[in-house]
């Protein structure tokens, strides 16, 4: 382990050298961040999975920058460029930037003007041009004329030379830095409409005519212009006040008045406009990306998670509909463990034979509660289902089926159901959403679940990693039950993957359930440290062993054994019994391995074995008569779930097939920061529609109480005077209160 990484990150994290160092060591040894965090608290002195993870990813950046400085270091010596000066600066860089400033200058590259101009024998001229020590005259540089090496001229001489001391500025490290400085700082994204775009662009038309300070852009906007460039509908680019750029170079490389430093300033300037600035516009671009990917994608994982530890109905007999006009409703029932028991379609231009079915499937297969999928014709289908005269015990719930198609078209719903078609597994889907989201949706790819924005323009790599954190830790939260798991939700357990999840499948057909977790020794290559990983995440009901149905690891049975022993009592009566457990000393059963965390960890778990993290469930239904964007009037008061929270505010189910939008300054009567700490995933709100644009498909909606319509916004601001453009653009950076990055480019300039 690389003593120098772990003292940065203690100091970067500000936490105890011990504590890094355990987590370093365990993830070394191959131990998961949910088995860090829950069971090696003593260790870590109980660091939380956040800051486990920011351990992993820190390490893996600076194993990354280790890498790329054994390679520079490399092709300097290969190239005959390392000097002792230049390996410690390699080896001394702290960032990626810095590294790669400090290679630049030796770094092979295509031949450009100034290698030309050196091949021409330029580079003596130029060195002398840049000393500005008074000595330069025109005589001198004649001495440079060489027809036979096409410098036919003293102005082809000078032209040469100036190329050689722009590629140098461009080259230099503290140039580079002060540049990229204001770029980041007081760089303008410009974007503007391509040329006969307008009419096909309109989704981008906030952006037809743009500007706006890189450092205060927030995520979305940056993503978006992004996008609309890419489609070729906007043009994108940036820069900072090209007078203070110009004159930093100036003040580095310009040292006098003479003919030689007027020479030096012409090289300035072009260096500024052919070099300089791409160099720094490209950077910048991408320090931008990444800052907007970074808060994208952290955005995307908080509602990942709320949606995946979304309340459950629980193990009911559930009736499954997906709706449709056309095709019909494709119906199915399921038992209690979710198993597929019968289906049928029906259809609501039959509203007799439609209800006959229905009844009759409720009867048969006991139906406690209707799971219908938010598509199209749901709301429809919904009014049918509740005028048929079900049973007051049937609760009928319209579930967000977003990624359903997804799943009934994947080779995990292939498998499960090989003899139904898609619209089947869609149903079954949906249903099975309503008795458990976590163990329905880990099966979907997380992208496909309709909880982010454009996720398909932020890094891949990135977010497949923040993604598949997210599905690890809910999954581990909550834990798994072994003997009712699919293989999909068991890949995800602690310590587990396909191969052993599939193992684990195959022994549990062959075998039957497990009746204690020791059983899962016997699973084929699950070994020591699997089962070491996975244990305590696994969860057996109503068997021989009450901890199997636990959260305590099979590590610490003794423990609770022993406690049972000292108390003359069963394991049993000390999971039942509430004065029995109060009578235990904990501070008796620490031992060098096991300390005070884990022990009131155990005692914690023994008064609610296998607790159920997730809220209770509550039963909601929209707005009855509204069931289309075309039903909607200014200042109604309607129901609806949160869909999805973005950086400027929220997305609202309200029932009409189209989510509407409460803007982040509609969230609240005060002011709020973060869209996060007011509304998360499937939260239930009451909202006030403002405005419904059907044109443009936009619906804009209020939390705020008292909220006023935009009919009476739009008189009130038709008395007040229009400010101009520049003001207007700032006074929307304000309105959007998006969250603010303190010093968000921190990580490259911070470091320096």
Known sequence: MNQAHIAKIVKELNVNESQIQAVADLLEQGSTIPFIARYRKEATGSLDEVVVTAVRDRLSQLKELDSRKETILKSLEQNGH??????????????????????????????????????????????????????YSDEYAANFIDPE????????????????????????PEARFRMRNL?????????????????????????????????????????????????????????????????????????????????VELAVLDCYKRLMSRSMETETRLAAKERADAEAIRVFAENLRELLLSPPLGAKRVMGVDPGFRTGCKVICLDRQGKLLHNDTIYLHQPEKAAITIKKMCKDYKVEAIAIGNGTASRE??????????????????????GASVYSASEVAREEFPDYDLTVRGSVSIARRLMDPLSELVKIDPKSIGVGQYQHDVDQTALKQSLDDVVISCVNKVGVDLNRASFPLLTYVSGLGPQLAKNIVAYRDENGSFKSRTELKKVKRLGPKAFEQCAGFLRIN????????????????????????????TVSDLMKLDDLRKQIDVNKYVTDTIGIPTLKDILDELAKPGRDPREKFEIF?????????????????????????????AFIDIGVHQDGLVHISELADRFVKDPADVVKIHQKVNVTVLDVDLERKRISLSMKSGAKPASETKSEQRRTPKPDKKISVHKKQKQDQNKPFNNPFADILGKM
């Open 149 to 172: 090496k096409g410098v036919d001229s003293l102005e082809d001489a000078l032209t040469g030379a100036r190329h050689i001391i722009a590629e140098t500025i461009n080259e230099d």
């Open 621 to 649: 239904s929209f707005a009855s008569g509204i069931e289309k964007p075309e039903d909607l009037r200014n200042g109604m008061i309607l129901p609806g779930i949160v869909t999805n929270v973005t950086a400027f505010g």
């Open 542 to 569: 109503n068997g021989p062993n009450p901890l199997d149905a636990s959260a305590v690891h099979p590590e610490s049975y003794h423990i609770v054994k022993q406690m049972a022993k000292d108390m003359d009592c």
């Open 82 to 135: 390392l000097t002792d000066q230049l390996k410690e600066s390699v080896e001394s860089a702290e960032t990626m930037t810095v590294l790669e400033d400090i290679y630049l200058p030796y770094k092979p590259k295509k031949r450009t003007k100034a290698t030309i101009a050196k091949e021409k024998g330029l580079e003596p001229l130029a060195c002398s041009l840049l000393e500005q020590d008074g000595t």
């Open 381 to 402: 289908t919904e009014a049918f289902f509740k005028e048929i005269s079900l049973s007051d015990e049937i609760n009928i719930i319209v579930v967000n089926e977003s």
């Open 183 to 263: 770029y980041l700082n007081k760089g303008v994204f410009k974007c503007s409409v391509a040329a006969g775009r307008e009419t096909e662009g309109v989704k981008y038309k906030d952006y037809f005519d743009w500007e706006e300070p890189v450092n205060l852009a927030p995520s979305h906007r940056i993503l978006a212009m992004r996008r609309g460039e890419k489609e070729d509908i906007l043009n994108l680019n940036i820069s900072p006040p090209e007078d203070e750029a110009v004159d930093i170079l100036k003040n580095l490389f310009i040292k006098g008045e003479g003919p030689d430093s007027r020479q």
